[in-house]
């Protein structure tokens, strides 16, 4: 029988991550696959800012203990652009996600570049996400978003980590939260043995 968390068991660090991107790229979808293990084809849209929470294992000093992330969903719409600057305030982490079959939802993502030098997060530990790869497989070839373009994308604004996802698969999820812990365990040169 697993021991339940001790009520007075505390995070040794939290962390508020971002999902930025257009409306309907799947970030609702990546959150929930994470913290519930669900997924369903007919999520609702975002309206505004959905919070999840979702504590990682992790040894400290060879303690086992964990670090609690708060996940911040923004609503991709513009209507909901103007919270941005409250949205994105003390960000420790960033996903830009984008759909693997709409090359607008990659080309979109610059207005976020755009916005994150602007409320300086522009050095926040970061990630592309190519979301929705199950639907590559039968997506007509015109609607891919071709390896090149996203490699172009990359270049352009000096990334390095790259990941494509599939909620419904369930395919890389928590491997995107746990290397994005890693990179904001390290930029802020925390203490850690291991991300478990």
Same mark, same amino acid.
């Given at each position: 029988?697993?021991?339940?968390? +001790? ?32 997924? *369903? ?5 975002? =309206? ?5 929470? @979702? *504590? ?13 992330? &708060? ?11 103007? =919270? ?24 979109? =993502?610059?207005?976020?570049?755009? @916005? ?6 522009? $050095? ?9 790869? $199950? ?5 007509? +070839?015109? &609607? ?21 996802? &599939? &909620? ?10 746990? +290397? ?5 365990? *390290? @930029? ?9």
């Amino acid at each position: 029988m697993q021991k339940a968390k +001790e009520i007075d068991e505390k995070p040794i660090y939290i962390f508020k991550v971002c999902m930025l991107g257009q409306e309907r790229v799947g970030k609702t979808c990546i959150a929930r696959r994470l913290c519930f293990n669900t997924f *369903d084809v007919n999520t609702k849209e975002t =309206l505004g800012i959905e919070f999840y929470t @979702k *504590d990682l294992p992790v040894i400290v000093d060879g303690e086992n203990t964990f670090v609690r992330i &708060s996940i911040w969903d923004f609503g991709g719409r513009e209507q909901f652009k103007k =919270l941005f600057p409250y949205y994105i305030n003390g960000a420790n982490g960033i996903f830009m996600v984008f759909n693997l079959v709409d090359l607008q939802t990659l080309l979109r =993502l610059d207005w976020w570049y755009e @916005k994150l030098i602007d409320y300086e997060q522009a $050095d926040t530990p970061r990630m592309i996400i190519g979301a929705k790869d $199950d639907l590559v497989k039968t997506a007509n +070839e015109k &609607s891919r978003v071709d390896d090149l373009v996203i490699k172009r994308f990359k270049e352009r604004h000096n990334e390095t980590d790259f990941h494509k996802t &599939s &909620s419904k698969e369930n395919c890389n999820i928590q491997l995107i939260f746990k +290397e994005l812990v890693i990179k904001i365990l *390290d @930029k802020n040169k925390l203490d850690y043995d291991q991300l478990l």
